[in-house]
């Protein structure tokens, strides 16, 4: 299970501040658990481990097999929560380096999340001659980035399918009732997933936003919703002392309160690099309006203790930090050279885990000593059940820092203003006027 050290953190804080903070996140767990507070309407993320859809679920394994046994490929169509949450659970769980293994599952291609050329043309060189299926997510059907990917893979399938032939490799996640990408799925007989009307993008990974690209790659999605539902039931808990996520909630809102503007997710795996963007979503996302929030980063450790380090250490003290450490799941040990070259024979026959602990430990000392309170959170080894634990704790701390802050965490209401610039700037209709102004100042 989880488990939360503050002990670097305390020094920075008032003594009393989780006495002193209990009463309102008594208020936000409330809040959250009848979805009553700002944005309640999109709450319903809260009890989704224990109250999903368990007939869709079961079509999600089934789509998925299905998608194993006639695919080489899949390629998710998608941005920002319609597939930052599947990408960084498939690499946390399955490695980075996932599509160049050798397995017995197909490869998993992300597109539809930017506008860049070359990558888009490197995603179809990557599929090649292969026979390759598709999910596109969308609840609209009609964003930007996503609705022109899709239309160039939908092309590609009737090509080489034909129309029919295609119809049986779409799977489109989208709303239950309304939308273009709706009308769509249900003129042409795709098979259809739902996003949640109670659940906003960023929060989604557990549903069939995450579940049908992580249930292909190979995953246990039952197990992963397991472990969610153990957090959730952690999360419930009214004593300060036995939840995890309120002790974190009022650390990082005191410390904000305290003047730090910044707060550094740290890892000390590779595979946590998407873990971490997605984080930067959930929390960027949720927290930073009303010029309130504070500004989500990340580092990955010891790699970034030789670029990033030497700022942490002596810049500007704006930050924190919140580490995840996860235990290894395997053990290798360092070999001794007879020449001692590098002058590490000390290290000779220990495990590569104890370097590494040690490196965190010093590392967390150091930070302190230079002004940088640090939040310590450690994990099991990389499971299932682990990663559904973290997505829980995470989804659960964003709530209530949203209303601990006074803002509403399940809108967005400023990225809408870089789309209609954009729509105005591309010539589409309605927004003549917009797009001279706009002209003007560039």
């Known amino acids: 299970m989880l488990t939360l050290n503050l002990t670097n953190a305390d020094s920075f804080l008032p003594q009393d501040y ?38 869709e679920f079961a079509r999600i394994q089934a789509a998925a097999r ?46 539809g999340n930017g506008l860049s050329t070359d990558a888009l043309l490197e995603t179809i060189s990557l599929i090649g001659d292969r026979d390759f299926s598709v999910n596109v997510i969308s609840k609209s059907g009609t964003t930007t980035e996503s609705a022109i990917a899709f239309r160039i893979f939908k092309g590609m399938l009737e090509e080489k399918y034909g129309k029919e032939g295609a119809r049986e490799r779409i799977y489109a996640t989208t709303d239950k009732s309304r939308g273009a990408l709706k009308g769509l799925a249900d003129a042409e007989g795709y098979e259809e997933f739902v996003v949640p009307d109670a659940i906003g993008g960023r929060y989604s990974v557990l549903t069939a936003v995450g579940l049908l690209p992580i249930a292909v790659a190979g995953v246990d999605i039952c ?45 000390y795996e590779p595979s946590f690099r998407f873990m971490a963007e997605w984080w930067k979503q959930l929390y960027g996302e949720s927290e930073g309006k009303e010029h309130k929030g504070l500004f989500p980063a990340s580092v990955e450790f010891t790699a970034d203790l030789h670029s990033m380090g030497q700022y942490i250490q002596q810049g500007q003290r704006l930050m924190f930090e919140t580490v995840v450490r996860f235990e290894p799941k395997g053990t290798f040990l360092i070999p001794d050279d007879p020449e001692n070259v590098d002058g590490l024979n000390f290290l000779s026959g220990k495990p590569l885990s104890f370097v590494a602990e040690q490196a965190l430990r010093g590392t967390i000392l150091a930070h302190v000593d230079g002004g940088v309170p640090n939040i310590l959170i450690r994990m099991p080894q990389i499971s299932e059940s682990s990663v559904g634990y973290l997505i829980y704790f995470f989804e659960y ?18 990225v809408e203003a870089y789309k209609k610039n954009m729509f105005a700037l591309l010539g589409k209709p309605g927004y003549e006027e917009m797009k001279q102004k706009l002209e003007s100042r560039l």
Not at 74 to 102: H, W
Not at 248 to 267: F, M, N, P, Q, S
Not at 397 to 414: A, E, K, R, T
């Open 66 to 111: 299905r998608i194993q046994k006639q695919s080489q490929v899949l390629v998710v169509i998608g941005i920002g929560g319609s597939y930052l949450g599947a990408r960084a659970v498939i690499e946390l769980l399955r490695s980075p380096n996932y599509n160049l293994k050798q397995k017995d599952t197909p490869d998993v291609l992300f597109t």
């Open 18 to 55: 989780l006495t002193s903070r209990k009463p309102r996140l008594e208020q936000a767990a409330e809040m959250l658990a009848t979805h009553s507070g700002p944005g309640g309407d999109f709450t319903g993320w809260v009890t989704l481990p224990r109250d999903y859809d368990k007939e």
């Open 223 to 267: 197990q992963l919703m397991e472990g969610a539902e153990t957090m959730m039931e952690v999360c419930a808990k009214t004593d300060m002392a036995e939840n995890p996520a309120w002790q974190y909630a009022a650390a990082r809102y005191e410390l904000y309160r305290t003047g730090k503007k910044i707060e550094v997710l740290a890892a």
């Open 397 to 414: 701390v964003c709530g209530l820092s949203g209303y601990l802050l006074g803002v509403n965490p399940f809108d967005q209401p400023g």
